[in-house]
């Protein structure tokens, strides 16, 4: 009996490849994906900041726009571009959305797309 418990401990050396292929696949997803929500995080803390921020009340919307695009420069976020961000009017208040799907390949000829959408509503006095 003890002569078998011995022989059957730990893994076979084709169970161990399959783990090692696995954790690798996690890594190089983990390595392309993670930039991209770093990103957003950039993103999000800008417009929270834009929404706290008292200059912000009282911008037009084009205002709000041009500033949301400055601070995006400022932190380093190039990704982007003018035609994702829109500020509207609304019912005393200026609606600013920037709404973006950054893409990038995994392996081969596998990609993947990700759908952001952040959305603040600033005060009109």
């Known amino acids: 009996m003890k002569k078998l418990m011995k022989k059957q401990q730990g893994l076979?050396?084709?169970s161990m490849v399959v783990v090692i292929v696995f954790l690798l696949f996690q890594a190089v997803?983990?390595?392309?994906v993670i930039p991209v929500y770093m990103t957003d995080r950039s993103v999000?803390?800008?417009m929270e900041r834009v929404e706290q921020d008292p200059k912000s009340i009282g911008m037009s919307a084009k205002e709000l726009k041009v500033s949301v695009m400055k601070r995006l420069r400022l932190n380093s976020v190039y990704d982007i571009k003018p035609e994702y961000v829109s500020a509207k009017k609304g019912r005393g208040e200026n609606i600013v959305t920037i709404?973006?799907?950054?893409?990038?390949?995994l392996i081969g000829t596998l990609d993947f797309i990700v759908t952001f959408k952040h959305e603040i509503k600033i005060p009109i006095r």
Do not use: L, S
């Open 99 to 105: 709404e973006y799907e950054p893409r990038g390949k």
């Open 12 to 14: 076979t050396m084709i």
């Open 29 to 32: 997803i983990a390595m392309n």
């Open 44 to 46: 999000k803390d800008v």
